[in-house]
């Protein structure tokens, strides 16, 4: 029998570990022949509704990469269907709202919904995921942060200016709050309803909060993070990702998690002083760097290693998600480099 | 006679001066409809080599905003035209390069040219702006930075995650080494062009250098940034701009300037002390502001004009060039709001 590898976890709670863990956000994506052959086959819905595929595109890359956690292969936007926003992955353009929240009166016209039942078919891929895993190593399970979810559902897709979402914070500061407060309740009963499925971490996507000034990521963003975050059941470690916010790091930090998650635009000694030493801290190598020969990838990871010292509570990963033609050999070798080079 | 306004160069210099002086990247642009009025009748290209509308323009948000300093109308990509690459406008989609340049042989194969004859249409537009301004306000030159030219050069176009760059300088730092000498030489060039024909200050907009890691900016992008600059016609102040960097910003003030130009991801005052005093400042208010009412942009002035205190070397600005329907009126409230809340 295999022992559990709990290096991810023990990393989590700044634990001593023999070598610093490692995965890859988006590991179950494009880069994989595996995931390329089945969205041939199936839509991206689908796959994440089909619980069997999802398990399957979830547990192939912790085989054939060798990480140390496996993480859901689902969609932060999943959450937002139900609220009757009319949501498509339309294909090359990236998933579209049809039907945009753009005041108090659209935000009240969002369908209520129980996440337990109407995505149960996630819980279902948790369950699936953890027996496939047998505990070989932990399973993350995740959802888009209020601020980037609300940024999806006023936009309407993705964005430049982020004109819409700031314009309702600016002008409309109640609809804001009402929005954000539900993103918030909803978000952090579906981050539950994971955990209580099987999932031993959780991260927190906050992809798009690089658009704010600092103050209004305090303002209008912090206190809704800080509420997911305050709700997530006790004990399991919370992962906070953001990127863009070198100029916001102390409130993030704020905002609260066990896991500080850090792109590539700063440096993990110096973010990891901004942050402060009570958290753990996850990244930073920039997703462009998998393209570089395997040699110059392990100078980087050294670089990183360095940079994060012999203090517990540094989980190696990417800066963002692995990029869609970043070849398979090359995360290989820079796994492969992690462990190597932080052997203890 | 009025009286010249020296306010600009004063700040630039770190000099007290009776209130903050403030102009806008991309003051002459699409939200003025003067602007839009001619761009119905010419093409963008053909604006910037008309050098009696290229002036026109530049003066025009002058006299509207009651600015303290103009910025020739023109675009960093100018100065590739002569190279041979085919750069296009092409509407909507932003400038295009149909021959991108991604190997050393590509890099070797770039036209050389004298900025001094190709470009002299900038630099009559240059004479015709200094003699309509008479003085009222500085006129203030620019070019791209070797970076966010180079990434232009080797995308061909706007970019997401910058692949082929990067993959440039990991795979063939000597052929990026190479590119970016080539266009420090003609940027200083073309700069200081523009300083003999009559600009005062100049700006060096590194737009893009905020999809570098911290160690790629000091060590592939920082020493031709600094080449440019230290090769300007010493005594005119110089502007270095960049977006994204809060992480970098110790790198980007290495890279030299007398003004550090800041983008609104990042508090004024926790940057300036990042950077030190011993330069002056500009910034930053987020460019979407201005699509809030004038009594909410009217605060947020307030608190950047806080964060800068009584320290001379503040230049108010955007943190990046005001967006397309960005509404007239407000724009002249947030001028009239730094003069009169920064009046000493």
Redesign the interface.
Known sequence: MIKPNDVFLAACRRQQTSYTPVWLMRQAGRYMEEYRKLRRQYGFLELCKKSDLAAEITVTPVERLGVDAAILFADILLILEPMGVGLEYSKGDGPVIHHPVRSGKDVDGLKEFDPENELSFVYEAVKKISKTLENKVPLIGFAGAPFTLASYLIEGGGSR???HT??LF??APDAWQRLMERLARDTAKYLNCQIAAGAEVVQIFDSWA???????YEQFVLPHTRAVIEAVTPGVPVINFTT?????LKHVRAAGGDVIGLD????LD??WETVGYDVAIQGNL????L???PK?IKNRVA?ILRRAGARPGHIFNLGHGV?P?APVDHVIAMVEAVHELSAR
């Open positions: 200016n982020y004109v700031k314009k600016y002008t690089g658009c704010l000034t600092p103050s209004d863009g916010t070198a100029g916001s590539w635009r700063v440096n110096e973010a920039d997703p462009v760097t393209y570089a020969a110059e670089d990029l033609e």
